[in-house]
């Protein structure tokens, strides 16, 4: 079954410095999403990603996030200057399209310390 | 935003006894989805919701969308203990908001063998 792939599965990191999360979402996808999860929170939307733009992004995702598609297969989350209420799982999603349901990465585990 | 208020929270049961959880919403949703989540896993699908008053079984899984679209809940039968995880009903609006998803808090299920 076709996966949507993440890397790395975890990563810490000094507070201010930036981060690149990456996504390989599945081939024949054409939306593109990133979801973050504090420990022992709700998994929270941050942005979607369609047609090489941003279609939506949520009030979280402030000046310090981007997202870029830089080739053909990979989704990129960067975070410019981390604070330590960054951390938490952050996962990529893709989809057909708009209607269907998501497949999920196993998520990033961001640690800022 | 929107909001999902899910329940119940935590649920502890005996393997074989069926499980009941449930969503609800101030606002209207067009699709009604439930996911699981594993523990350092990411978010999968389970039962796709469309069409209000859609009544939808997977295995031993059933949904119901809510007739007023603010509603759903997933029956779990004859649990095993591979059932454990964390359920989020998720809930995505139409409209400009069409690919976002808002997921609830989640119900956090023990089977005990």
């Known amino acids: 079954e076709p996966e949507v792939t993440q890397t790395p599965s975890h990563q810490v990191t000094q507070m201010g410095q930036e981060v690149i999360l990456r996504c390989v979402p599945i081939?024949?996808?054409?939306?593109f999403y990133w979801y973050r999860q504090i420990l022992g929170q709700k998994v929270e939307f941050l942005v979607s990603f369609y047609n090489n733009e941003i279609s939506e992004k949520s009030e979280i995702f402030d000046d310090q996030f981007s997202v870029e598609r830089p080739d053909g297969s990979n989704f990129t989350l960067k975070i410019r200057s981390t604070k330590l209420e960054d951390s938490a799982m952050y996962f990529c999603a893709s989809s057909k399209d708009s209607a269907y349901g998501y497949t999920f990465g196993s998520g990033t585990r961001l640690t800022v310390v | 935003g929107q909001q999902l208020n899910q329940s119940p929270q935590s649920m502890f049961i005996q393997e074989g006894e069926d499980v009941s959880m449930n969503c609800t919403s101030s606002s209207i949703f067009n699709t009604w989805l439930w996911y699981k989540q594993d523990p350092g896993e990411g978010p999968v699908l389970l039962i796709a919701l469309y069409k209000a008053g859609e009544l939808t079984s997977n295995g031993r899984l059933t949904a119901q969308f809510g007739i007023t679209r603010k509603d759903s809940f997933l029956n779990i039968s004859a649990s095993i203990p591979s059932d454990v995880g964390i359920y989020f009903c998720v809930g995505r609006a139409g409209g400009t908001s069409y690919g976002k998803l808002t997921f609830g808090q989640g119900t956090i299920l023990t089977v005990h063998p």
């Open positions: 081939s024949n996808h054409l939306y």
